[in-house]
């Protein structure tokens, strides 16, 4: 999982940051022709020629964005484990060999971290971009990204190059588990 920032996507001829240097979150200019992108959290994007889903636990910002005919697909899923177990979790993590990275099937992994919920499209296609923006995790007890970045992680090594996006990554458990 390569984590770009600043120096990364200029080698990498991305035409802008992706992180808290920029004002706008610039999907437009990251995404070429078609792709298959995995969102964890709702964005306002329009996204045309490729396949989007959407995984949000915010009943409300999934009323506002309904799938449509363009490949755009919104799930409704739960994220249970609170930012406050986050510390709990990496040293689960570090101490546990199921978790340490593989290809291996994440819905049978007895990794904590995994999430195993997900809808059966999000395991089965090969990513070619994994966002991370959710769940919130703004607080001890909100659902926090510990999951959401394992998985992505995991989900990123299953196939063919996949860049994972961690939004709000100097948050102390974004950089924690980026």
């Known amino acids: 999982m390569e984590r770009l920032e600043g120096?990364?996507?200029?080698?990498?001829n991305y035409s802008r940051c992706l992180f808290s240097s920029c004002r706008a979150f610039p999907f437009s200019d990251y995404l070429k022709?078609?792709?298959l992108l995995l969102l964890l959290h709702i964005l306002h994007l329009e996204l045309l020629r490729s396949i989007t889903v959407f995984l949000e636990d915010d009943p409300y910002k999934i009323s506002l964005n309904k799938a449509d005919s363009n490949?755009?697909?919104?799930?409704?899923v739960k994220y249970p484990?609170?930012?406050k177990k986050a510390y709990?979790?990496?040293k689960h993590a570090r101490e546990n060999p199921v978790c340490a990275p593989s290809t291996s099937l994440l819905q049978q992994s007895s990794?904590?971290?995994?999430?195993r919920n997900l809808p059966q499209e999000v395991y089965q296609l090969k990513w070619d971009v994994v966002v991370v923006d959710g769940p919130i995790g703004d607080a001890p007890e909100a659902p926090g990204r510990m999951s959401t970045i394992y998985t992505a992680s995991i989900l990123?090594?299953?196939?063919k190059t996949t860049d994972v996006v961690v939004h709000d990554v100097h948050r102390m458990i974004e950089k924690w588990f980026s």
């Open 71 to 76: 490949g755009t697909r919104v799930y409704k």
């Open 33 to 35: 022709s078609q792709l």
């Open 81 to 83: 484990v609170p930012a």
């Open 111 to 115: 990794c904590k971290l995994a999430l």
């Open 7 to 12: 120096r990364n996507l200029r080698e990498r």
């Open 156 to 159: 990123a090594r299953s196939g």
């Open 88 to 90: 709990k979790l990496l």
